[in-house]
């Protein structure tokens, strides 16, 4: 008996032996699986770089400057930039060009910005930190945010009036295509001032329809004014008796026709002009100045 019950004691002993055994065993299995996750931001490092090689490929359009600066705006001094690497963001820098032409960037210290494009010098940094053993494979992004030292200035009726950023030599009929054009109340003239302080007048017409030496180019600091239009003032004895513009080669014939022509009672030989406060006489064929104010008298019966 007593024997019967040492066996049976010792049987239950080892069967929760063989019972905590796989217990045990799933214990050590799953300890692993914490440690595991650990190396996963190792691991997640190579497939960030992966679908880098892709977008390598089509990071030509990335270095186009922000919507204002064209693609082949020069940099210049007093440009602001913002330099980026994909993924590095302790790279990111935003800074000005300075005096000399550098600016200045983690890593790589003051690299020369002035004259380079945006696409170029996103080349030039990727050179230097491949070089400098910085990056691998860096992906580099270059924005102009800022652009004053490459710019023309567009002032008066035209659509958008600001500053248009210049790579080349532009016309004048094309910053002004870019300005989004003339308003209706526009002058049929255009003013260019040189950055030295010349000034040319330029017609409108001839802009448009002209040839080289009728539409000239514009450089960096240059300024294109385009005024409103002048007028002129006509009341009376006329069909329309209001404010017109003036337009190229305005006589007082064509005044008179622009105010509706003579009324019933009006009469040709009784106008007056008057031009700075003072009355003049003038024949159908001269020419009216701006600010003219003519009157149309009745005709005797």
């Known amino acids: ?41 190792a691991a997640a490092q190579p497939q960030q770089q992966t679908p880098a090689e892709p977008v390598q490929t089509a ?6 400057a922000s919507g204002s600066a064209p693609v082949g705006y020069l940099i210049g001094v007093d440009d602001v930039l913002e330099v980026d690497v994909l993924g590095q963001s302790d790279f990111k820098t935003r800074a000005r060009v300075q005096s000399d ?40 992004s270059v924005d102009i945010v800022s652009f004053v030292s490459n710019y023309v200035t567009v002032l008066g009726q035209v659509g958008t009036a600001g500053l248009q950023p210049v790579d080349r030599g532009y016309h004048v009929s094309e910053i002004i295509a870019r300005a989004g054009g003339l308003k209706a109340d526009a002058a049929d003239f255009v003013m260019l001032t040189r950055a030295d302080g010349t000034n040319v007048k330029l017609d409108y017409k001839k802009l448009a329809q002209g040839g080289p030496t009728d539409d000239p ?11 409103e239009v002048e007028r002129f003032y006509i009341y ?14 305005m006589t007082l014939r064509r005044a008179v026709a622009q105010g509706g022509g003579l009324g019933p009672a009006g009469s040709i030989k009784r106008v007056k002009v008057t031009r700075d406060g003072q009355e003049l006489k003038l024949k159908l064929d001269d020419p009216i100045k ?12």
Not at 217 to 227: E, R, S
Not at 236 to 249: E, F, K, M, T, W
Not at 290 to 301: A, H, K, M, Q
């Open 1 to 41: 008996m007593y024997d019967k019950s040492r066996f049976l004691l010792v049987s239950t002993l080892a069967g929760m032996t063989a019972l905590a055994v796989p217990a045990a065993a799933q214990i050590a299995t799953m300890r692993p699986s914490a440690p595991a996750t650990r190396p996963r931001p």
């Open 59 to 64: 990071a030509p359009a990335a270095p186009i």
């Open 101 to 140: 032409g550098t600016v200045t960037l983690p890593y790589l210290g003051a690299v020369v910005a002035k004259g380079e494009t945006a696409i170029t010098l996103v080349k030039k940094l990727q050179d230097l930190l491949k070089a400098g053993g910085y990056y691998a494979k860096p992906i580099v």
């Open 217 to 227: 180019t514009v450089a960096a600091g240059d300024k294109v004014f385009v005024p």
């Open 236 to 249: 009376g004895q006329v069909n329309a008796p209001g404010v017109y513009p003036i337009r190229a080669d």
């Open 290 to 301: 701006p600010g003219d104010t003519i009157v149309i008298g009745e005709r005797l019966f």
